[in-house]
């Protein structure tokens, strides 16, 4: 009694599965074939991205930037940034980042950074005084953000300007550089 069955009709199939529908499907380009990538080949053409990435309009931007400049010594929440911009919070989280290069909120206490230091420069407020003026809660948190903008102490910062101002004449800080440039 023999073993040897009649050939089946797997037998008779190509050896991979589905080869015809997957001849047909890289002949339509619906999948690119698996190869691997050649070092020295060149792109014939630019892969385009699937979706461009515009940012926030003009008019948005500006009443967002506007509102942000008006409050920033409140305590300012991404939801309210994104009622004035007309947007869902993850919807505008993500546009203002495109279009300024900054987070919401990191562009915020670039701003408060910015007026601590023009405060410093026009008054001998404390500098606690000058953190709760700007908005920081802490002076803690104060040094903190100011230390990773300005690369320096408020209390250092104001030292050097005070040594930087000529006799007479108004102090030219050192630029931390404009929020808008964020």
């Not at 797997?10 to 015809?20: G, I, R, Y």
């Not at 892969?47 to 942000?68: C, D, E, I, N, T």
């Not at 910062?157 to 630029?175: D, H, I, K, L």
Request: aromatic share 8%.
């Amino acid at each position: 009694m023999s073993f040897h069955a009649a050939p089946s009709a797997a037998a008779v199939l190509p050896a991979q599965p589905h080869a015809d529908l997957n001849a047909e499907v890289l002949r339509l380009g619906l999948l690119a074939p698996h190869t691997a990538p050649d070092e020295h080949a060149t792109p014939t053409q630019d892969p385009k991205p699937a979706r461009a990435r515009a940012g926030l309009v003009a008019w948005r931007l500006k009443r967002v930037l506007s509102f942000m400049e008006e409050h920033y010594c409140e305590a300012l929440t991404l939801a309210e940034m994104a009622r004035v911009a007309g947007l869902s919070r993850m919807h505008f989280a993500a546009q203002f980042r495109i279009s300024t290069g900054a987070k919401p909120h990191e562009y915020l206490l670039r701003l408060r950074v910015e007026s601590a230091q023009k405060l410093m420069m026009e008054s001998d407020e404390p500098l606690a005084q000058v953190a709760f003026s700007v908005g920081f809660q802490t002076q803690a948190h104060f040094t903190t953000v100011f230390r990773r903008f300005a690369a320096t102490t408020p209390h250092r910062w104001r030292s050097e300007q005070t040594a930087r101002t000529p006799r007479g004449g108004a102090a030219v800080p050192r630029a931390l550089g404009s929020a808008h440039q964020a």
